[in-house]
């Protein structure tokens, strides 16, 4: 380890702190939303399992990213609701370190995660009499299991690095978890090595599969103007939508964040777009792939005997 690290014991989590009188109102919102992202995203997963009409790659792609969206958000938000009820801000030297790995694990798993359900989504649209050969239970679990383990020995490099820096006698993370470029402005000395590794990284986990979700959705996006019938540009077009609005949402702000150079890092800024990556992207997940996509509302209504009553001896459908 470089310098003397190990001085360091705990940091202090400053969060909204200079938001005092709001303290309340953020813990009321934000507990709000992580409750209903927690249950939210748990509904995905029984009601894909419940229901075998959804027992298809697509659902178990969407599984499996509602199952690392509880994950993903459940490493920050309730340290910042902590923060945000009680006086005691500090979170422990290995505690960071821990939160930070987890947290940058998680996000590479779900930008490879996306790019297996763009890639899902093109073999459905562009090569449909194939796609129950080409997406197998072997491949679609060895799409998730990649997904996961991409990350990971890249990110826990990363944590090391940070950690093994030498911090400054400051203690106090402006940010409400424990984000790399507010450690970094921690560091005394020269941090341009993190900065690039930090770079590649970026380059390596989230501007790859970024680049692969867009080739696919560029073929998409070629056979659906290609296809004559109205009907089945609308219906292809819809099998992409709520995927195409994650990746909107989740890449969107995440690349503002770590890729602009440093001298343009506000830390007030960045902290408020980090809880567009960090807190809306779990939280939209159910609310988008349940009111836009007529599978799952429709196994919704039968687990919870939503159907109209019929009337007479008929059942009309639309």
Not at 215 to 222: G, H, L, P, V
Request: glycine content about 4%; some cysteine.
């Amino acid at each position: 380890m470089r310098g003397n690290q190990s001085m360091v014991n705990n940091f202090l989590l400053l969060g909204f702190s200079d938001l005092p009188g709001l303290k309340g109102l953020f813990f009321s919102v934000f507990l709000i939303i992580y409750l209903l992202t927690l249950m939210g995203n748990i509904f995905i997963i029984v009601v894909t399992l419940a229901n075998q009409a959804l027992d298809n790659p697509m659902y178990f792609f969407l599984r499996n990213l509602s199952f690392l969206e509880i994950c993903y958000t459940s490493v920050t938000v309730p340290k910042m609701l902590d923060t945000l009820l009680s006086d005691d801000k500090t979170i422990s030297f290995i505690g960071c370190a821990f939160q930070m790995s987890v947290f940058l694990i998680t996000g590479a798993a779900e930008c490879f995660l996306l790019a297996a359900m763009a890639y899902d989504r093109y073999v459905a649209v562009c090569q449909p009499l194939h796609y129950t050969l080409i997406m197998s239970n072997r491949v679609c679990f060895g799409l998730v299991t990649a997904s996961w383990l991409a990350g990971i020995p890249v990110q826990l490099g990363q944590t090391f690095l940070v950690f093994t820096s030498y911090f400054c006698d400051s203690r106090e993370i402006n940010h409400f978890f424990c984000d790399i470029p507010a450690l970094l402005s921690l560091v005394c000395g020269d941090t341009s090595l993190n900065e690039q590794v930090a770079r590649v990284e970026v380059a390596l986990l989230a501007l790859i599969p970024f680049s692969l979700i867009l080739m696919s959705y560029i073929c998409i996006a070629s056979t659906i103007l290609k296809m004559s019938s109205v009907e089945g540009r609308r219906k292809a077009f819809s099998t992409c939508s709520s995927h195409l609005m994650m990746v909107v949402v989740f890449y969107g702000s995440g690349m503002t964040v770590y890729l602009k150079p440093k001298s343009s890092h506000f830390q007030d800024t960045d902290k408020l777009l980090s809880l567009f990556y960090t807190v809306l992207p779990p939280f939209l997940n159910p609310l988008i792939y349940s009111l836009r996509n007529k599978e799952v509302r429709v196994a919704l209504r039968k687990i919870f005997l939503l159907n109209p009553p019929s009337h007479g001896t008929t059942t009309s459908r639309k």
